[in-house]
């Protein structure tokens, strides 16, 4: 795949061209230019640190949607001993949006569930883009309740723009299943942990959401809406995303400042695409250390912490009457 840059990488980009040209002169022509090599290499090492510390919201927005981002898909392939893939939801049809599975990693038998996005047009048509029908969420479901039956650890890896919201999807019942998950994993009996890859957008993400842990990789995202349509209901122009993306608040450090999720997980300087086998490693470092943790609790104590800790989330302030009709007033 040709490589993907966004402006305000261009910068480190065109150093490192020119680093790499350089290393090929110094061989091809046997000169002596480590010294100018090690000053342009110290020059792109701060470049990389001080664009990748002062990024935008939206900037950040970019780096979760970057098209040469790992997905569900390629950090199974990294991190698991064993996958075997189940499909369709006996009800209607097998949804690709949504990959699903029983594995192994580390020796630890698990269910993974995930958002799969394709790559290239004719594998994003087939995945619509990473965005699940009804059968998809249907289709999660059924092999969570499978790892329920086996008490098999449900993992669960969250990269979507959203459900989709086409009308077959209306049709046959989006909202719905999208409500059925949020009810049935709050009160499943095994461990779950959720893992932002990328975009994590509106309902489409919460149906895989309800976990004892959320873990973020760090330049993903995290949001009741796209900022695109935030953008397009508050200011009525969906190119005022950049501005919707500061309301937000939907990076990883926001969401954990604000206690919505667990633990940020490292990725590479300037994101998961540069080096995939480092953002893998932080995944699985992580699944490693929650897991154990998670299963030597009470199935009973764990959906009573899983509970409380989304009636933590949020903030609630009580008005008097008064309060309220000089509101209305105003």
Known sequence: MKEFVFDFEKPIVELEKKIAEMKKLAVDSDVDISDEIRQ???????????????????????????????????????????FHELHGDRLFRDDPAIVSGLGVIDGIRVAIIGHQKGRGTKDNLHRNFG??????????????????K???????????????????????????????NLFEMSG?????????LGEGGSGGALALSVADRILMLEYSIYSVISPEGCASILYRDASMAYKAAEALKLTAPDLKELEIVDELLAEPLGGAHRDWNVAAKSIKDAILKYLPELMEMDPDERIEARIEKYGRMGQF??????????????
């Open 188 to 196: 499943l009996r095994v461990p779950i942990l959720a893992i932002v």
């Open 317 to 330: 302030e009580e008005e008097t009457v008064e309060e309220l009709n000089q509101a209305a007033e105003q």
């Open 131 to 148: 965005m699940p029908n009804p059968e998809g969420y249907r289709k999660a479901l059924r092999i969570m309740k499978l790892a329920e």
């Open 40 to 82: 342009l290499e110290s020059k792109a090492d701060q470049l990389r640190k001080d664009t990748f510390s002062h990024l935008s919201r939206w900037q950040r927005v970019q780096l979760a949607r970057h098209p040469q981002r790992p997905f569900t898909l390629d950090y199974i392939d990294m991190i698991a001993d064993k």
């Open 150 to 180: 086996f008490n098999l650890p449900i993992i669960t890896f969250i990269d979507t723009f959203g459900a989709y919201p086409g009308l077959g999807a209306e049709e046959r019942g989006q909202a719905e299943a999208i409500a059925r």
